[in-house]
């Protein structure tokens, strides 16, 4: 009882503390830099690479360009609003659709507030100039990911299952990676299950099934997957590969931490077939 009413007491402290005087600018460069983690597929890996200027993201299958999201770049146009639909309904104001591997279909659950914090922030960035580069995918894109969005409510930013699915889900997109099949994010099928592989510089990484099986998560303490999350550093003192983006991770907060893990306990078990 007193540690179900220390952890909701902790909970309460860590989400006011965090929401306290925070600016608009303040939320945004907390989500884009932290859990978010824009920069992990919009910054170029290169040492030295202009931050958010875009680079070509190999995937399986296709090569993505990543769109410079600098104000250097044509974002610079758009208003506040059309910058706000081609995040999360993944259509610019020309009405072209944004191609994967951005994932557009968790975006698409982004509060309106959050929403409008990233793109506050993505306004401060440091311009770089560039040209923009089309993707060419070897596949149609969809004309439009689903109805039109009219408003998405706040999830309370608590340590609560429900935030943490937040956090997961139209945050992190953790699920969106860790869902793969075939290529493609198989929700239904697949939800947490991993197989999904990365082909790099570093070898192979394969994602790893984060369901709540004795294949998944199971088997390790919050601390250990906290660890994983954030340092890429597993129980065993190896060390994980891209492209997770644990450095972005290590930004979290740690009543969001504890949300996120909390609610990665909850997804069903799947065993890892292979
Ligand atoms: C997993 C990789 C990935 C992540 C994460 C990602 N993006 Fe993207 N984004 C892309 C790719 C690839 C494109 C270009 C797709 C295309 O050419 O159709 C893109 C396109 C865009 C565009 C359109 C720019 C233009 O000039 O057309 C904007 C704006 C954008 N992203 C913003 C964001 C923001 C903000 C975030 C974080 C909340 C984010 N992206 C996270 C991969 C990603
Ligand atoms: C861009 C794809 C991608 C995203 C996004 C991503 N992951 Fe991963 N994750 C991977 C890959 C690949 C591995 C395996 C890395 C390795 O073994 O070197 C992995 C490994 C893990 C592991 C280690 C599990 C084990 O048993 O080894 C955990 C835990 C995990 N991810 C949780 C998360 C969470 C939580 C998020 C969101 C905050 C997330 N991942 C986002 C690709 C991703």
Not at 30 to 57: D, F, I, K, Q, R
Not at 130 to 151: C, K, N, Q, R, T
Not at 250 to 268: F, H, N, Q, S
């Amino acid at each position: 009882m007193t540690s179900v009413k220390w952890l909701v007491a902790a909970g309460i402290c860590l989400w006011t503390s965090a929401v306290s005087g925070e600016t608009l600018v303040e939320r945004g460069e907390y989500l884009v830099e932290g859990p978010a983690g824009c920069g992990n597929c919009h910054t170029s890996p290169v040492p030295g690479s202009a931050p958010y200027a875009g680079w070509a993201l190999v995937e399986p299958g296709f090569v993505a360009q990543a769109s410079n999201i600098t104000p250097g770049g044509r974002i610079a146009d758009w208003s506040d609003a059309e910058l706000a639909r081609a995040i999360r309904e993944g259509i610019r104001p020309d009405g072209s659709v944004i191609g994967p591997p951005m994932p557009i279909m968790l975006y698409r659950n982004l509060s309106d507030s959050d929403l409008n914090a990233i793109v506050a922030y993505i306004r401060t960035l440091e311009p770089v100039e560039s040209e923009f580069v089309a993707s060419e995918y070897p596949f149609p894109l969809p004309p439009a990911y689903g109805p039109p969005i009219d408003s998405v409510p706040d999830v309370p930013r608590e340590v609560s299952v429900a935030y943490g699915e937040y956090l997961a889900g139209p945050v992190a997109h953790c699920t969106e990676c860790h869902s793969l099949k075939d290529g493609m994010p198989d929700f239904a099928g697949n939800f947490g299950g991993g197989g999904h592989e990365w082909h790099g510089p570093w070898g192979i990484s394969v994602a790893a099934n984060i369901t709540s099986h004795e294949d998944g998560l199971a088997g390790y303490t919050d601390d250990q997957i906290i660890t994983m999350i954030t340092q890429g550093i597993r129980p065993d003192g190896s060390k994980m590969n891209p492209p997770m983006g644990y450095h972005h991770y290590a930004r979290m907060t740690e009543g969001d931490l504890k949300a996120l893990v909390m609610y990665l306990r909850t997804i069903p078990p799947l065993p890892s077939d292979g």
